[in-house]
C-alpha cells in the first residue's frame, strides 16, 4: 500500500487589506461559511525544494487567487506586524494534530478605486467595497479588525 502522509496548512499565513486611497476596503463573504466575511488571506505554502515561502510570496500569489488582482499593477506594503491567534476549532483538522495557534503577518494593497475583482468561488461567494470602519464591524476576524484599525492610524484616524 502506497499512503501517502496528509498534508497539513502551515499556521503562518498572510492578510492583505485591499483598499483605495480614500479608503473603501475590499471584503469578501466566504464560501464555506456563509456571513463570515473577511480581506484576502491564506496559508504559507510548502515550495518544491521543501522550504517554506515567504510572507510576501503568499501575500502575492493568495490576492490573484482570490481577487484576480496582480500585485505587480499596484504597491503591495509590508506592514511589519503580525498577530497571532486561536485557530477556530472548526477549522483545525485542516492543520496538524496539536496546532492551535497561528502567526498571521499583515500587508496593504492600495488601489486608486474600487474595481471588480474575480472570486474564487470555492473559497468566496461575493464581495463589496465598504468604508473601513464599516468594515471592521462587517469582518469576523478580530485580526482583520486590529488590521483596518492599523489602517485608519496609518491615515491619522481612529475607529
Given at each position: 500500500m502506497n499512503s501517502q502522509p496528509p498534508v497539513y496548512?502551515?499556521?503562518?499565513?498572510?492578510?492583505?487589506?485591499?483598499?483605495t486611497r480614500d479608503l473603501q476596503v475590499l471584503i469578501m463573504e466566504r464560501a464555506d461559511k456563509a456571513g463570515f466575511w473577511q480581506s484576502v488571506t491564506g496559508s504559507l505554502e510548502r515550495l518544491p525544494n521543501g522550504e517554506l515561502e515567504q510572507p510576501v510570496d503568499a501575500a502575492i500569489r493568495e490576492l490573484k487567487e482570490e481577487t484576480g488582482l496582480d500585485a505587480a499593477d499596484y504597491k503591495l506594503v509590508d506592514w511589519h506586524c503580525a498577530h497571532v491567534y486561536e485557530i477556530y476549532?472548526?477549522?483545525?483538522?485542516?492543520y496538524a494534530p496539536g496546532v492551535t495557534q497561528n502567526t498571521e503577518h499583515i500587508f496593504g494593497l492600495e488601489l486608486p478605486a474600487p474595481v471588480a475583482v474575480?472570486?474564487?468561488?470555492?473559497?468566496?461567494?461575493?464581495?463589496?467595497?465598504?468604508?473601513?470602519?464599516?468594515?471592521?464591524?462587517?469582518?469576523f476576524s478580530w485580526t482583520n479588525v486590529e488590521a483596518l484599525r492599523k489602517l485608519g492610524e496609518r491615515n491619522n484616524l481612529t475607529l
Open positions: 496548512k502551515t499556521p503562518v499565513s498572510v492578510l492583505v487589506l485591499v483598499h476549532p472548526h477549522w483545525r483538522f485542516r474575480q472570486l474564487a468561488p470555492r473559497e468566496h461567494v461575493a464581495y463589496e467595497w465598504v468604508d473601513w470602519r464599516e468594515a471592521a464591524k462587517r469582518v
